[in-house]
């Protein structure tokens, strides 16, 4: 199966400030990668797909990039809606389609 | 409103089963894959399976193969978990999710239902 590490595991910073967490596989898998934001007591939420790609309604201060087994989550300026455990998927070949462990962001 | 409501999770002990299932609504069911993902107390999202929108294509994670199998009605819009010999391990919130394109599966969730808990007790 494909492992997935995620980093950092948890991370503070400021509304306004310019955050990337990143998400490496133990193999490439081009660019069958995803990521979701989860709130406490609430269901995942599809950010982006196929590494790059912004799922509709999403705002365009997330963006993803990378492919093979590095990839990246970019929020341009936190909001303070933003504030929540972000999880990258894979999606690659058949399954099982693994998470990585999960980056809870915090408020400083 | 396209939306996903989870249910038959509860108590249960080790070796016992439970049935989840997953009704669905505001979009065209049997077009679609669907999946379950779980996530144990204070821990991250696990895959635990899918099953594409003709039930000719199926999978699980490995921590759940040959004790959990997943099914669909698409006459009647719904998506199921058996689940047999359970462990404690097994404890976590059971959501059912929709794949993103019709008459693909693509692996990834755009819509997610609230859940449904199961808790794995001796």
């Known amino acids: 199966d494909i492992q997935m590490t995620q980093s950092p595991s948890s991370l503070s910073a400021s509304v306004g400030d310019r955050v990337t967490i990143t998400c490496r596989t133990s193999?490439?898998?081009?660019?069958?990668l995803n990521w979701y934001q989860q709130k406490p007591g609430k269901a995942p939420k599809l950010l982006i797909y196929a590494a790059s790609s912004l799922q509709s309604g999403v705002p365009s201060r997330f963006s993803g990039s990378g492919s093979g087994t590095e990839f990246t989550l970019t929020i341009s300026s936190l909001h303070p809606e933003d504030f929540a455990t972000y999880y990258c998927?894979?999606?690659?070949?058949?399954?099982?389609?693994?998470f990585g462990q999960g980056t809870k962001l915090e408020i400083k | 409103e396209v939306q996903l409501v989870e249910s038959g999770g509860g108590l249960v002990q080790p070796g016992r089963s439970l049935r989840l299932s997953c009704a669905a609504s505001g979009f065209t069911f049997g077009d679609y894959a669907m999946h379950w993902v779980r996530q144990a107390p204070g821990k991250g999202l696990e895959w635990v399976s899918g099953i594409s929108w003709n039930s000719g294509g199926i999978g699980y994670a490995d921590s759940v193969k040959g004790r959990f199998t997943i099914s669909r009605d698409n006459a009647n819009n719904f998506l199921y978990l058996q689940m047999n010999s359970l462990r404690d391990e097994d404890t976590a919130l059971y959501y059912c999710a929709k794949d993103t394109t019709p008459g693909n599966w693509n692996g990834y969730m755009d819509v997610w239902g609230k859940g449904t808990t199961v808790t794995v007790f001796s």
């Open positions: 998927q894979q999606s690659y070949s058949t399954p099982p389609y693994t």
């Open positions: 193999q490439s898998i081009n660019n069958y």
